[in-house]
């Protein structure tokens, strides 16, 4: 209540009670008070006189608008012209109430707060509708790049097999190093296209499947996703380094987080630079009791600066040595968004490449105030 005599609150208060509402009310007569009020009591209506020492019931109109609350606005004054009163309403004032007819305030409370809810609930949809149009678009979108790209990227190998198929009935010379030749480009192809069909099923499988939260042990996981990148070429010649901090429990979705730091430790590893004496993958990760923050860093060939904004974009391959589909970084951003969590991406080119991942923990339950 904004009101500066205290008389007139405490007979405001009783015609409230009398109608048996329950509340717990504020009485603030300043400009400083009125603010604090809103920022700290944070009330679910605002009963407001017009004249104040100080400052008007308008200028509190103003003050109340800034907050961006969501509660009604009541004018509850003595006589004003019907010219000030409309005037309030069109300021954004909810309604207006005399103190000579204080036996309408309750009637007035209750249609304000039921305005009010109707108004919430309908700017909420328009905002969810319009959040859902935006999806709808990206996946319309996604899904014709979606089955261009992902035909292309099946029949590519496909092609390449039953060629060398072809090759291989007609040509005469069937000597041990053209038959191995040949089943190696047939090896290749086939790994192509398995590489992709993963990255189909990832990506299917993060768009359609909840989260399943499990316990997480970080020096598993990210040596796992290590050892399974063992067999590609050159990475015997990478050293590695681990740095896990975890003494408290982590709990998210194990293959979710998995899929993440397996695609980019796999990138790591693919695009290592040869042409040097040491190369290195640099893994830490440090459990916080709300999230963990996981960097991932390697001295390879790196990524040209004008690539870095679209690197997580479908599709997009910053490098010529990319021989995938161009959905593992993408697919590695939808299930850290999924998670709820962020990723940073910067390189130098020739130099390094730093992958920075920050994932909630989902043992923690935020606290509802």
């Keep these: 209540m904004l009101e500066d005599q205290e008389e007139d609150a405490v007979l405001i208060?009783?015609?409230?009670?009398?109608?048996?509402?329950?509340?717990?009310?504020?009485?603030?007569?300043?400009?400083?008070?009125?603010?604090?009020?809103?920022?700290?009591?944070?009330?679910?209506?605002?009963l407001s006189d017009h004249s104040l020492p100080h400052f008007n019931s308008l200028q509190a109109l103003e003050i109340f608008k800034s907050f961006q609350l969501t509660c009604p606005f009541i004018l509850v004054t003595?006589?004003?012209?019907?010219?000030f009163a409309v005037n309030c309403l069109k300021q954004g004032a909810d309604d207006y109430v005399l103190k000579s007819n204080l036996s309408r305030l309750p009637k007035s409370i209750d249609s304000a707060l039921r305005q009010r809810e109707y108004e919430?609930?309908?700017?909420?949809?328009?905002?969810?509708?319009?959040?859902?149009?935006?999806e709808l678009l990206k996946i319309n979108k996604e899904l014709d790049s979606f089955v261009y790209s992902v035909s292309h990227n099946l029949r590519s190998p496909l092609s390449s097999v039953l060629g060398v198929v072809n090759i291989a009935k007609m040509d005469a010379c069937k000597s041990a190093e053209t038959v191995d030749h040949y089943f190696q480009i047939i090896g290749e192809s086939?790994?192509?296209?398995?590489?992709?069909l993963k990255e189909i099923l990832?990506?299917?499988?993060?768009?359609?499947?909840?989260?399943?939260?499990?316990?997480?042990?970080?020096n598993t996981v990210i040596q796992d996703a290590l050892n399974k990148m063992s067999y590609l070429d050159g990475a015997g010649k990478i050293q590695h380094t681990?740095?896990?901090?975890?003494?408290?429990?982590?709990?998210?979705?194990?293959?979710?987080?998995?899929?993440?730091?397996?695609?980019?430790?796999?990138?790591?590893?693919?695009?290592?630079?040869?042409?040097?004496?040491?190369?290195?993958?640099?893994?830490?990760?440090?459990?916080?009791?709300?999230f963990v923050s996981i960097e991932i860093r390697d001295n390879g060939i790196g990524i040209a600066g004008k690539h870095l904004p679209n690197i997580f974009d479908m599709f997009f391959?910053?490098?010529?040595?990319?021989?995938?589909?161009?959905?593992?970084?993408?697919?590695?951003?939808?299930?850290?968004?999924?998670?709820?969590?962020?990723?940073?991406?910067?390189?130098?080119?020739?130099?390094?490449?730093?992958?920075?991942?920050?994932?909630?923990?989902?043992?923690?339950?935020?606290?509802m105030f």
């Design 13 to 46: 208060e009783r015609v409230l009670q009398r109608e048996n509402l329950r509340f717990a009310s504020l009485r603030v007569d300043t400009r400083e008070d009125f603010s604090e009020a809103l920022r700290q009591f944070v009330p679910d209506i605002v």
């Design 78 to 83: 003595g006589a004003v012209s019907e010219e």
């Design 120 to 134: 919430n609930n309908r700017i909420t949809q328009a905002a969810l509708l319009v959040h859902q149009n935006k």
């Design 190 to 196: 086939i790994l192509k296209l398995d590489q992709t």
């Design 202 to 218: 990832d990506y299917s499988q993060n768009v359609r499947t909840e989260l399943e939260v499990d316990e997480i042990d970080f």
């Design 242 to 290: 681990l740095n896990i901090q975890q003494s408290i429990p982590f709990h998210s979705d194990f293959h979710r987080v998995s899929i993440i730091i397996d695609n980019v430790v796999s990138n790591a590893v693919r695009y290592a630079d040869p042409s040097k004496v040491l190369q290195v993958i640099e893994v830490s990760a440090e459990v916080h009791p709300t």
């Design 317 to 367: 391959r910053a490098t010529e040595r990319s021989e995938g589909a161009g959905l593992g970084l993408y697919i590695v951003k939808e299930m850290v968004e999924k998670l709820k969590g962020t990723i940073t991406m910067t390189s130098v080119r020739y130099e390094q490449t730093i992958v920075s991942l920050t994932i909630p923990n989902k043992l923690i339950t935020p606290r």
